[in-house]
C-alpha cells in the first residue's frame, strides 16, 4: 500500500517527525530542507469522558474506549461510536438493569493509566467485568481477545455471544494484546477486561495508516454488527445467574398454562420440549449459559424461559455473587 501514510508517533522526548506516504517519499529530491515547527510545551491536563448509570446493584459493568487518534476509523473513532449508542440503548430501555454501568472515553493508556491512578480501589471494588470497545467498525470479521487468564465469567459469557453470532470468528489471548486491557489486566489491577471487536488491531493491513477510512474499512454493517455483539454480551451478563428448580420431578404444565390444550402427534411441541429440556438441568450447578451450552441454542433463547418459569414459581434464579 504505497500510497497509505503511517501513523507514527513519539512520546515524552523533545523530538520531531512527519509521515508520509512512500509513492511521495519517491517523489523527493536529494537535498536539505528546512522544516519549520511552530509548537510550544507546557503542562496541561487529563481530559476525559465519563458515563454512570446506575443500576439495582453498585457493582458495575465497566466500560472503556479511546479518543487519542481519530484519524483512523476502524482502530479509533469506531470504539467511541459504538458505545455511545451502547449507551443511549441502556439509557432508553425500560428495563431496570441490574448492575450499574460505567463507561469512560480517556485517550489509549495514558488515560486508562491515569484513570485508574485515581479510581483503583473503586474498580477492584465494584467492577464485575469489563469491557474494551476498539476495532468494532469493519465488516470483515469477528474476534474476541480474552482476559490475561481468559478464565473469567466474562470470558466465559462472551466466548459465546461471539460463537452464536459468528462461528468462523478469530479467538486472540493475552499475548496478542495491543489496546488498554493492557492497563486493566495489569498486575495490581486485575480486572476482568476483554474486548468483542471486528478486525482486531494489527491484524487488518489499513491498520494505523491513512487508509484506515469511513467507507473503506467502516461500513455502517460493521459498526452495526460491532454493535450487537457487544450488546448481546451486556444482555447476557445482566442475565448471568444460575438456576435452581423449586420442586421435585417434572411438574403438571397444563396446570401453569404451559403446555398447549391441544397437541398433534406423539411427540411435544418444540417449545414444550425446550423448556423441559431446560428445567431438567435447573439444579444450581449450570449457569443461564452453561445450560444454553448443552442445549446447543443462544442463552438469548432462554431468558423468557427462565423468566417465566420464575413467573409459575418453578425455578429461583440465584445471582452469582462476582463474575
Known amino acids: 500500500m504505497s500510497e497509505a501514510i503511517p501513523y507514527v508517533t513519539s512520546y515524552y522526548d523533545k523530538s520531531w517527525g512527519f509521515c508520509i506516504s512512500k509513492n511521495d517519499r519517491t517523489k523527493l529530491k536529494n537535498g536539505v530542507y528546512k522544516v519549520v515547527i511552530k509548537t510550544k ?18 457493582k458495575e459493568i465497566f466500560m472503556s474506549t479511546y479518543i487519542c487518534h481519530p484519524s483512523m476509523a476502524n482502530n479509533e473513532v469506531s470504539g467511541p461510536s459504538v458505545l455511545t449508542y451502547i449507551l443511549k440503548w441502556l439509557q432508553e430501555r425500560d428495563v431496570k438493569l441490574k448492575y450499574s454501568i460505567r463507561a469512560i472515553f480517556v485517550p489509549e493508556t495514558i488515560g486508562s493509566i491515569y484513570y485508574l491512578s485515581k479510581n483503583l480501589s473503586k474498580l477492584k471494588e465494584k467492577v464485575i467485568s469489563g469491557l474494551n470497545f476498539t476495532c468494532v467498525g469493519d465488516n470483515r470479521t469477528y474476534s474476541i481477545l480474552h482476559s490475561k487468564y481468559g478464565n473469567t465469567s466474562t470470558d466465559r459469557l462472551a466466548a459465546h455471544v461471539i460463537k452464536q453470532v459468528s462461528p468462523t470468528h478469530k479467538i486472540y489471548d493475552w499475548s496478542d494484546r495491543g489496546s488498554d486491557e493492557r492497563q486493566y489486566c495489569a498486575p495490581n489491577v486485575d480486572l476482568p477486561f476483554i474486548s468483542l471487536m471486528r478486525s482486531k488491531h494489527t491484524e487488518y493491513p489499513e491498520y494505523h495508516t491513512s487508509l484506515d477510512t469511513i467507507g473503506g474499512v467502516v461500513t455502517a ?34 396446570k401453569r398454562d ?7 402427534g406423539k411427540r411435544r411441541p418444540p417449545s414444550v420440549r425446550l423448556t423441559m429440556s431446560f428445567l431438567s438441568w435447573c439444579d444450581g450447578k449450570n449457569s443461564l449459559v452453561e445450560i444454553a451450552e448443552k442445549l446447543n441454542i443462544p442463552v438469548w433463547d432462554l431468558y423468557v424461559i427462565a423468566e417465566n418459569m420464575r413467573q409459575k414459581k418453578l425455578i429461583k434464579l440465584e445471582k452469582i455473587k462476582s463474575l
Open 41 to 58: 510545551l507546557f503542562k496541561g491536563s487529563m481530559t476525559y469522558g465519563e458515563v454512570l448509570i446506575k443500576g439495582e446493584s453498585d
Open 221 to 254: 454493517d460493521g459498526l452495526l454488527g460491532g454493535f450487537n455483539v457487544n450488546q448481546k454480551l451486556i444482555e447476557a451478563i445482566e442475565n448471568h445467574c444460575y438456576p435452581v428448580a423449586t420442586i421435585t420431578c417434572e411438574p403438571m404444565m397444563s
Open 258 to 264: 404451559l403446555y398447549p390444550s391441544v397437541t398433534e
